[in-house]
RNA sequence: GCCCAGAUGGCGGAAUUGGCAGACGCGCCGGAUUCAAAAUCCGGUACCUUCGGGUGUGAGGGUUCGACCCCCUCUCUGGGUACCA
């Protein structure tokens, strides 16, 4: 080795364990200090270990907390893991092996991997979701949302495998022109109606929309909730049918267009398919039907863009003007928005258009589009006309404005008693349970009808029962008392779903039949007097049950009462900052808020929104440009990197790439620049393996800069401490450069300016700062001394640069004093050479002048 | 199709109330040091040029004394979403 050599490897760990040793970044409950709450997104720990991906985020954050505890603040900035899952769950199908082993063995290896970045939490409050005294808590949630009657069960449409014998995610199932097949081992799959969980998220829908005001959010992520959410005004109408005591309801947000109604659509699974079809309609109908039923709504849109139909034979009644319209099935028509039928407006709406086309119906125009829609040589519409207008061919309505016509249309429907307003939203409830082992149980037993009614209220929904078919009968769902939680995983020795697509939990006997005591709630394997007879629930919670609440329990990770004491609720509140990948920006995000709005009705917590502040750190990608992946072979390893150059270069250099919300390629030959950052900054201070300070390095303090340095000193910390709070840690790193270079180049260098650009460096290269402040004589951590401080006094400046341009071009400058009067500046601009070889000879017809900033001739 | 984000040297990127385009770094070129290499240091580096200057921020137009920045049209790239009535 060579004289002066920054030896990280030798640093590095030294410094991780003092952190650890000394509770470095321990939050302190109710501390006098300002509190400030940063929060990750936690990771799945996965069998691969990290990939360059998490460290970008969390590097970003663990900078952020170094800097606000300079400043002052009481951070918390916990981690934990998000360890339910299918990877672990297939793995175990595979080897046998206990998911419970395997998440541990995992965890372990990213918490060393997590700290030999430098990454150091309060680990105290780790959290893990698998963790019963974790998910208890999240069965506690849901036995909440049971009871407010936010649950209920439905048969739901699932891609099944026969061969497989299991239930398939939308992503494991590939789309072909033979139709449906799995991923693994190519076999053909069908949609199967299986009993799930839903939440009512819908029923928040209003509140959802309105919270997005207040937060402070990447505008592109509010947009992506509100465009979800999908809220739509418009209102109901009801057509009655000729010849039928029944009538079809159906949502239009165009009410104005009500006279162009040529026909109506039913969804193919509406309930009035199967009574309004004609007899010689009938078979026809039926092999429509099944035909429809094999796709998913997904599918429906993308191979079925041609769009297909069958009349049914009947014929509704237009309640504005008489009109008999004939009745169609179609799968363009959704059975899950609106009420599953539409009015058909052909004129005004490209689908109808389409559709009417194709099956030669009228195309009646009611909006005048005043010469501006497309037309055909003959006059009629070549495309429907989406847009407002006057009416036309409306009796009354004609002449209105769509935006008037609509209310108008909307008041009669009311005195009609045909129709009302009404607000229709995208968002669909959530699909709230999983066919598989590796989840939170549900806290729920199923009885017969009879013994329902002998039950304690306690153990039931507020409002109406849950209903399902459970092995061929109608029982009913109620939820084991909260003393009861946590409700663990059965041991079992098969982690496979079971043949008929059910749960791996519904093979496990002798934790599925079990004896409830109506009034106590108490259960026994055996039966006895006041208990009936009660099957568990074998579905599992989703993955993103644990991940919805997860930023509170670290506030009170080890609270065995209650989920969460309401004096340090009261004092940590909520995450100030959350920084995590755009991918979550609907589901994750939109889950978590509608139980946080949940928690805050029953006063869990005491503010209705958990993330006011959220950043979206971008992707890093593979030396080609591409996403890193295992099978293009341009995955970077982090451990890799920190072998070869140190955690703090690799810091630093994840900082560096570009912007942190940018998606930006990896690209390890660029890594040497900050390497050599890092020595220099080393071998400013220390010049030999005896760790001999710099003599240049003045420790007495008596020196003093000169004032071009001490400015660049100040504009640092200004600049510097800007950056950071604004998550640019590539300018800040760059300002870093520009300090380090000039300190370089002087003579004698105060101890003070040497310690400020440490200080300002600390963050984002913990370690090697550490040691040099240590050097300097410093026994405590860097962090704990006071953030510098800008003297705006320092940055003040006499004179200033103005710039000389002739028709907008530059052509020279010059460095005047403050003062300098307006006059003499143009006079001097006039004769600055460069300026004077282009208006010689030319006539100025303008004198722009902004004082302190520029001269500008404009010439011809 | 719709919505969103973006396009700047060989490369990553910087520059915002509209005022020197290319900070900082990589790479490259030249030099110093060295027996040699690593490491280090110094200088240069958008393009063209008759060395006066000219041209340049995806393309075309516009507003302005002045546009990477604001407006219109278009191309391409990435992401999201998808018959939502």
């Not at 930023?551 to 609720?569: C, H, Q, T, W």
């Not at 071009?809 to 010059?814: C, L, N, V």
Request: aromatic fraction near 10%; glycine fraction near 6%; charged fraction near 25%.
């Amino acid at each position: 080795m060579q004289n002066s050599e920054y030896n990280f490897s030798k640093i590095e760990p030294k410094w991780q364990k003092f952190w650890a040793d000394n509770a470095t970044f321990k939050a302190n409950d109710f501390d006098s200090r300002p509190k400030f709450y940063i929060l990750d997104m936690f990771p799945y720990p996965s069998g691969a270990g990290l990939h360059i991906g998490h460290p970008e985020g969390y590097t970003a954050s663990d900078a952020y907390k170094r800097f606000k505890i300079s400043q002052g603040y009481n951070v918390l900035h916990p981690m934990g893991w998000d360890a339910f899952g299918l990877p672990t769950e297939q793995y175990a199908i595979k080897t046998g092996k206990h998911p419970k082993e395997t998440t541990k063995t995992n965890v372990a290896r990213f918490k060393e991997q997590l700290t030999k970045i430098g990454l150091n939490y309060d680990w105290d409050r780790e959290i893990n979701t698998t963790d019963p005294e974790y998910f208890k808590w999240t069965q506690w949630i849901f036995i909440q949302l049971f009871k407010k009657g936010l649950a209920y069960v439905e048969e739901k449409p699932v891609w099944f495998c026969p061969d497989l014998g299991t239930v398939l995610a939308n992503e494991e199932v590939i789309q072909t022109n033979e139709g449906p097949i799995s991923e693994r081992g190519n076999f053909s799959v069908e949609r199967r109606p299986i009993r799930q969980w839903v939440l009512k998220i819908t029923d928040f829908a209003d509140n959802l929309l309105a919270g997005l005001d207040s937060l402070d959010w990447p505008d592109s992520t509010k947009r992506l909730q509100t465009n979800w959410i999908g809220r739509s005004e418009g209102s109901r109408v009801t057509f009655a049918i000729d010849g039928y005591s029944e009538s079809i309801d159906v949502f239009t947000t165009r009410p104005d267009t009500l006279n162009g109604a040529t026909y109506l659509v039913l969804a193919p699974e509406h309930p009035l398919v199967s009574k309004l079809q004609s007899n010689e309609q009938a078979e026809i109908i039926k092999n429509y039907i099944n035909k429809a039923k094999l796709k998913s709504d997904l599918e429906r849109a993308e191979l079925n863009k041609d769009k297909s139909g069958v009349p049914l034979g009947a014929f509704a009644i237009n309640p504005i003007n008489q009109k008999r319209i004939p009745i169609w099935v179609a799968d363009y028509v959704l059975i899950s928005y609106g009420t599953g039928a539409i009015m058909a407006v052909p004129a005004h709406d490209d689908r109808d258009f389409d559709f009417a086309k194709k099956f030669d119906i009228e195309i009646l125009q009611v909006i005048d589009d005043e010469g501006s829609a497309k037309k055909n040589t003959d006059g009629t519409l070549a495309e429907a006309y989406t847009k407002e207008g006057p009416l036309m061919n409306s009796a009354d309505l004609n002449g209105q404005d769509s935006k008037h016509a609509k209310q108008l249309v909307i008041e009669l429907l009311t005195q009609m008693k045909s129709g009302k307003i009404e607000v229709n939203y995208k968002l669909r409830d959530w699909l709230f349970s999983r066919q598989r082992y590796w989840g939170e149980p549900f806290p729920v037993l199923w009885v017969t009808s009879k013994d329902y009614e002998k039950i304690n209220q306690l153990f039931k929904p507020n409002g109406n029962p849950v209903e399902s078919v459970i092995d061929g009968e109608i029982r009913l769902a109620v939820v084991i008392p909260e003393k009861q939680l946590p409700l663990k995983l059965p041991e079992i020795k098969n982690y496979k779903p079971s043949p008929d697509g059910q749960s791996p939990l519904s093979k496990a006997e002798s934790w599925l039949n079990v004896y409830f005591n109506v009034s106590s709630g108490e259960i026994y394997k055996e039966p006895k007097k006041g208990a009936i007879q009660a099957k568990r629930e074998t579905n599992t919670m989703p993955q993103w049950a644990g991940s919805c609440w997860y930023y509170l329990r670290y506030i009170d990770p080890n609270n065995s009462e209650r989920i969460i004491d309401s004096a340090k609720e009261a004092y940590w509140k909520t995450p100030d900052l959350y920084i995590g990948g755009a991918e979550h920006a609907v589901l994750h995000l939109l889950y978590a808020r509608f139980w946080h709005h949940v928690l805050y009705e029953i006063g869990v917590v005491s503010s209705p929104e958990p993330f006011k502040k959220l950043f979206h750190q971008g992707i890093i990608l593979g030396e080609d440009g591409e996403k890193m992946s295992k099978s293009r072979g341009n995955v970077v390893n982090p451990e890799v990197i920190i072998e070869a150059y140190g955690a703090d270069t690799l810091r630093l250099y994840l900082m560096f790439l570009g912007p942190l919300e940018a998606m930006k390629p990896w690209n390890t030959k660029g890594i040497e620049g900050i390497a050599r950052f890092l020595r220099k900054l080393w071998r400013l201070l220390i010049i030999d393996n005896n760790a001999t300070l710099n003599p240049k390095i003045d420790l007495q303090n008596t020196s003093t800069l000169d004032a071009e340095s001490e400015r660049l000193l100040h504009q640092s910390i200004e600049k510097v401490s800007k950056d950071y709070e604004s998550l640019s840690f590539n300018t800040a790193i760059s300002q870093l450069m520009i300090l380090l270079n000039q300190m370089t180049k002087l003579e004698q260098i105060p101890k003070n300016a040497y310690e400020v650009l440490l200080q300002l460096t600390a963050p984002l290269a913990p370690h090697i700062s550490e040691e040099l402040w240590r050097h300097l004589g410093y026994n405590s951590s860097i962090t704990e001394a006071p953030w510098p401080k800008v003297n705006k006094e320092k940055l003040k400046s006499d004179s200033v640069k103005i710039i000389f341009q002739v028709n907008g071009k530059y052509r020279g400058d010059a460095i005047l004093p403050k003062t300098y009067s307006k006059e003499s500046t143009i006079e001097l601009a006039k004769n600055h050479p460069r300026v004077q070889a282009q208006i010689i000879d030319k006539k100025i017809l303008k004198e722009i002048y902004v004082p302190n900033k520029i001269v500008n001739f404009v010439i011809k």
